[in-house]
């Protein structure tokens, strides 16, 4: 192979793999993989996949720490297959996302974000990963990945994994994962994985939260009694709060203008 010019190498290469596809010999293409790997020194990347979305900046952000530090705990204490459970819109995806960020920035542990399309768990890990590059029966190909050969440092980010682990084949691969893998999901309960709820805020936080996206001074108290009647009325919700917030900001309304369409329109979901 040391007198052959790259070029050789490639086609060569491509002739093998054109064969092993015809013939679906699915070992010896692992084989080659890892050798030509060995070879060429392909390393495994850091970050598996495309970045996590970005949270909201840190001056929008009510903290989550006591969820956060829970998943951190669950990892060290070597059980690393986690359910970030709870109602739509409260928030599970955020704090994943804040703790992908951390992790990026304060550790060298290999990471991935998977998004579920609600379809295929294992039509988006075939699509989402960038590693192992290879085409070739990339279904099997990536499951032996994920259970033999990813560090066992790397934690994989699963977000919106609304299914049942019944109703999805991949999710048992997952379960055989060597690395973490932290789902978010409002399935209420996984096999094998430990439960964090994420649940609503309280009043006070909820009334920080809706201030933060209306451009109210956090220091102003003067609206604190009507926000409180706006986040009893939408139950504490989370991202309902924040919608009614900015639209607040967009429109120029004040918190008593949201309060009052809410009435008009009925909306009242308190208890």
């Not at 973490?180 to 096999?191: E, G, L």
Request: hydrophobic fraction near 40%; charged fraction near 25%.
């Amino acid at each position: 192979i040391a007198v052959l010019t790259s070029e050789q190498v490639e086609n060569w290469s491509y002739f093998i793999n054109k064969v092993i596809a015809e013939k679906k010999l699915t070992i010896l293409s692992a084989y080659l993989t890892r050798v030509h790997e060995s070879v060429h020194g392909t390393h495994m990347p850091r970050i598996l996949t495309e970045l996590a979305p970005r949270p909201p900046v840190e001056q929008q952000l009510v903290s989550r720490d006591e969820e956060k530090t829970s998943i951190l705990s669950v990892l060290e204490e070597s059980q690393k297959l986690v359910l970030v459970n709870g109602l739509g819109g409260v928030g599970k995806s955020t704090v994943c996302k804040e703790l992908f960020y951390f992790l990026y920035r304060n550790s060298s542990c290999p990471l991935a974000w998977v998004t579920y399309n609600g379809k295929s768990l294992s039509d988006d890990f075939i699509n989402q990963f960038y590693y192992p590059e290879q085409l070739l029966e990339r279904k099997e190909r990536l499951a032996y990945f994920l259970q033999t050969e990813i560090s066992e440092n790397a934690v994989i980010f699963v977000d919106n994994l609304n299914v049942r682990d019944i109703d999805d084949p991949f999710i048992p691969v997952l379960e055989r994962t060597k690395c973490a893998v932290i789902c978010t999901s409002r399935v209420t309960d996984y096999k094998y994985f430990v439960t964090i709820p994420v649940s609503l805020f309280k009043t006070d936080k909820c009334i920080q939260l809706f201030k933060i996206y209306a451009n109210i001074p956090l220091e102003t108290t003067c609206f604190d009694e009507v926000i409180s009647q706006i986040v009893r009325k939408v139950a504490e919700h989370t991202l309902t709060i924040e919608i009614l917030g900015k639209l607040a900001s967009a429109e120029n309304l004040t918190p008593a203008d949201i309060l009052a369409q809410l009435e008009e329109k009925g909306i009242n979901l308190e208890g």
